[in-house]
């Protein structure tokens, strides 16, 4: 049901900045369920990667993908000492990252992809 559906887009948002106050990252957008706000207008790639979050969102729930993204974000921050890297290590991220710039990946993308790049 909700395999190809694209969250909601914002731009020109001031959530994106008020959040890098809280973030190991200047945060460019963000997708918080089914919105994405981005501090300018988004690029196709952007919105790939913010899609991608969408998807991961329907997978675990709302609540659920909160609870493992700030997990996996502890997890690494006490592997690595470091809240950059913790970000980028996030299976979520990684995910998204790996996959933004193919503007086709969500039509072929199986579910729970971003399980298999836990443990980096």
Known sequence: ???NSRPW???NSKVPVVLSYL???EIGAITI???VF???EMSEVTKNHESIHWQQYIETGIFGFIVLYYSFYFWNWL???DGQTAYYMIPFEKEAYDNDEN???LQSRKRYSWVKRNGG
């Open 33 to 35: 369920g089914p919105l």
């Open 23 to 25: 973030a190991p990252i």
């Open 1 to 3: 049901m909700f395999r």
């Open 38 to 40: 981005s501090r300018g």
């Open 9 to 11: 887009f914002f731009e």
């Open 79 to 81: 592997k690595y000492r």
């Open 103 to 105: 503007l086709d990946y």
